[in-house]
């Protein structure tokens, strides 16, 4: 009776390329399959909403986590730098010059 409240968060495009069964539906024959192939598909609807979640938590505990904890710094010292790349038996190319000036940036 209540299977038919529940609102289903999947976008349509995600249910139809996952081939997953409306949520309420899921529900309804997770409880009272009308056949085991039904049952089946609940089953897999559930379980995938059940890892999606899941994995939306983790990813959104990483976020806070990244967000939380401020970058160090690293301190250049151009002086060492210029050393290490004079000793180099060949010259860096233009990409790998712009790309270690964005680095010490």
Not at 50 to 77: A, C, H, M, Y
Request: with cysteine; hydrophobic share 40%.
């Amino acid at each position: 009776m209540w299977a038919n409240k529940v609102p289903d968060f999947l976008p349509p495009d995600v249910k139809e390329n996952c081939h997953l069964i409306e949520l309420p539906r899921a529900i309804a024959q997770a409880h009272y399959p009308d056949s085991v192939d039904l049952q089946d598909k609940a089953r897999v609807r559930l379980a995938f909403d059940e890892l999606f979640l899941l994995q939306l938590g983790v990813l959104s505990k990483k976020r806070d986590w990244q967000e939380s904890q401020p970058g160090t710094p690293i301190q250049i010292n151009q002086q060492l730098l210029d050393t290490f790349l004079q000793s180099l038996p060949f010259k860096l190319t233009t990409a790998q010059q712009k790309v270690l000036q964005e680095i010490t940036r």
